[in-house]
């Protein structure tokens, strides 16, 4: 069964420094590996996902993701921290099992950007 | 082009009621998927909509269906309501083809709060 975690509830930064939200995966076949990022009382926003290819994924807003295969990893990054980028994010891989559109989603990660 | 709309935003329903929402999806796109999210049990997939066929169902009891019509606007109801079903519902729309494209971009959610 495909699965992603997220090891972390919360990350706190302070603004101007990197940011790292974790997540690890499970899969059978192609990881088809998503990040979404979600605001009060808003739906999901896409921010990036990985197919295959070039390990470092750039994606919305500044942030980029790092595929590692032997850790089996898809952490998050953004070189520079904004208070506005305080929100909750979720990792998702997609179950592509019979071709559908099913996402499973890891717990979710707050980040917390303080001035 | 527009994004995934949900209606209505915001609901009320006392338990035993049952409640129908909308997701119109992205010009195109032909899948729509559901989710539910609570503070417990996080994202969880609800089902998928593929031209009008229920392509794959996640593990909810029969109160939930759904359904999709010719212009891939879908609907899903809750019948009998219960306390556990408030929650935020999100629907998700994407092109349905699989592949390394596929991508779902999520609506703003209706949140249901059952008293």
């Known amino acids: 069964a495909q699965s992603v975690a997220q090891p972390e509830d919360q990350v706190n930064v302070a603004e101007g420094n990197p940011l790292t939200v974790k997540c690890t995966y499970s899969?059978?076949?192609?990881?088809?590996l998503f990040w979404y990022v979600q605001y009060p009382n808003r739906g999901l926003q896409f921010l990036l996902k990985y197919i295959t290819g070039d390990n470092l994924v750039k994606g919305s807003y500044g942030f980029e993701a790092e595929f590692n295969k032997s850790q089996t990893s898809f952490h998050l990054k953004k070189p520079s921290a904004l208070v506005s980028d305080s929100a909750l994010y979720f990792c998702a891989v997609r179950d592509d099992s019979g071709n559908t559109g099913k996402l499973i989603f890891g717990q979710g990660t707050t980040l917390q950007v303080k001035p | 082009k527009a994004g995934v709309t949900q209606t209505p935003r915001y609901l009320i329903k006392t338990r035993g009621q049952q409640v129908t929402l909308s997701c119109s999806p992205i010009?195109?796109?032909?899948?729509v998927s559901w989710y539910q999210q609570t503070p417990g049990q996080g994202l969880q997939f609800l089902f998928e909509?593929?031209?009008?066929?229920?392509?794959n169902k996640g593990n909810f009891p029969g109160r939930f269906s759904g359904r999709q019509f010719s212009n891939s606007r879908s609907e899903m109801n809750v019948s009998t309501l219960e306390l556990g079903d408030s929650a935020l519902y999100l629907c998700a729309s994407s092109s349905g083809q699989g592949g390394a494209q596929e991508t779902q971009y999520f609506g703003p959610g209706t949140r249901l709060l059952v008293l």
């Open positions: 899969v059978s076949g192609n990881p088809y």
């Open positions: 010009s195109g796109h032909r899948s």
């Open positions: 909509y593929f031209s009008e066929t229920q392509r």
